[in-house]
């Protein structure tokens, strides 16, 4: 971006000096004497008679050009360059049967774990609702029951990884797909996130950080990997790990199939935190406990707060004196302003000595 400055306006004030040069004009009122003023009348005035303002006019252009050679007038061309320092952020969602149960509430009405969390990590990524959003964020979506599923790469097209995690549903109850597999959700999720950052080769120096964050509503009791080992593994590739334990204390309503019809009935809420908080620490991370809607919302916040992205601008500035260098007038290529302001003043002393040379 080019802009047009002046670097010492103040003596911008002595401009009307220029206008001095045509005082001695305005003041002087030469006069010829004639035997015959009649016929000098009729004859009129000729071109020089008639431009006899341009030399000075010439003379107060060439003052008022040194004066704003004096005020210094610059060209300035700003290049501004935008840095992102983004986060990876790996989501890894329990969807096992217990994120049934109704104990959160949006709006209020009583909704089930699953679609409270889908409601909080859509503003969490797209913003709103007091959070800022992910936008310049790499983030990615597993999910778990019995088995882990990828259901969003990493990727920078949230809407994409919205759409997703609208579509996730919990596990049947009783099914053979419903089970909690916490560490089979973490490894995979920390195996995306280690591929993503790796394949954007001179772009991976621009991720900030890489964050995996699981939530869960219970014990783990299916899968192949151990939750610790997925813990360990998170640590060796530099992956920070936020574990949230959702569900009330005590008992939850949770709907069950019977011969009537879903019937609702109060199930205790079994958590293994001390799991999920040796799985945070071992990473430098946090364990939080989501018991309400609330509380889950304030979850994310802090942990947006913690995971900030960096955004730097470097800015470039160069100046151009116009009174020294040459610049352009529209496409009209121009000498420095000094080189203007000599020829001018020459060309008013030639026309004072030669055309419009005046008697003393």
């Known amino acids: 971006m080019s802009t047009l400055a002046i670097d010492d306006p103040w003596f911008l004030l002595l401009l009307p000096l220029a206008a001095l040069g045509f005082w001695r004009l305005w003041?002087?009122?030469?006069?010829?004497?004639?035997s015959a003023a009649a016929r000098a009348k009729a004859a009129g005035p000729g071109m020089v008679a008639r431009l006899r303002w341009l030399p000075m006019a010439l003379r107060a252009l060439?003052?008022?050009l040194v004066v704003l050679c004096i005020a210094r007038p610059v060209r300035l061309n700003e290049n501004t360059r935008t840095i992102t320092e983004g986060v990876a952020i790996q989501l890894v969602v329990d969807r096992s049967s217990s994120m049934l149960a109704m104990d959160f509430e949006r709006q209020g009405r009583a909704v089930d774990r699953l679609t409270a969390l889908k409601d909080v990590v859509d503003r969490f990524v797209q913003g709103g609702g007091g959070l800022a959003g992910r936008a310049d964020d790499l983030v990615g979506l597993v999910t778990f029951a019995r088995n882990a599923d990828s259901m969003s790469p990493m990727t920078l097209d949230h809407e994409w990884l919205l759409a997703a995690l609208k579509d996730v549903q919990p596990a049947e109850p009783g099914s053979s797909e419903d089970?909690?597999?916490?560490?089979?959700?973490?490894?995979?999720?920390?195996?995306?996130?280690?591929?993503?950052t790796e394949k954007r080769g001179d772009e991976s120096r621009r991720i900030k950080s890489k964050v995996l964050v699981l939530l869960t509503d219970g014990e783990n009791n299916a899968g192949d990997i151990d939750p610790m080992t997925a813990a360990e593994l998170c640590q060796t590739l530099g992956i920070k790990l936020y574990t949230i334990g959702m569900g009330t204390r005590g008992m939850a309503p949770m709907p069950i199939k019977t011969p009537f019809g879903i019937q609702m009935t109060r199930q205790p809420v079994t958590i293994d935190e001390n799991l999920l908080r040796a799985m945070a620490e071992r990473t430098g991370g946090q364990y939080f406990r989501a018991t309400d809607s609330r509380s889950l919302d304030g979850i994310y916040a802090k942990i947006?707060?913690?995971?900030?992205?960096?955004?730097?601008?470097?800015?470039?500035?160069?100046?151009?004196?116009?009174?020294?260098?040459?610049?352009?007038?529209?496409?009209?290529?121009?000498?420095?302003?000094?080189?203007?302001?000599?020829?001018?003043?020459?060309?008013?002393?030639?026309?004072?000595?030669?055309?419009?040379?005046?008697?003393?």
């Open 304 to 360: 947006d707060e913690l995971e900030k992205t960096v955004t730097e601008q470097k800015r470039t500035v160069q100046a151009k004196d116009l009174s020294v260098e040459s610049f352009r007038l529209g496409a009209l290529p121009m000498p420095p302003m000094l080189a203007l302001a000599l020829a001018v003043l020459l060309l008013e002393i030639a026309l004072s000595h030669t055309r419009w040379r005046t008697l003393p």
């Open 62 to 64: 060439a003052l008022a």
């Open 27 to 34: 003041r002087r009122k030469p006069t010829l004497r004639f």
């Open 179 to 196: 089970g909690t597999a916490i560490g089979d959700g973490v490894a995979l999720g920390a195996e995306k996130l280690r591929d993503a």
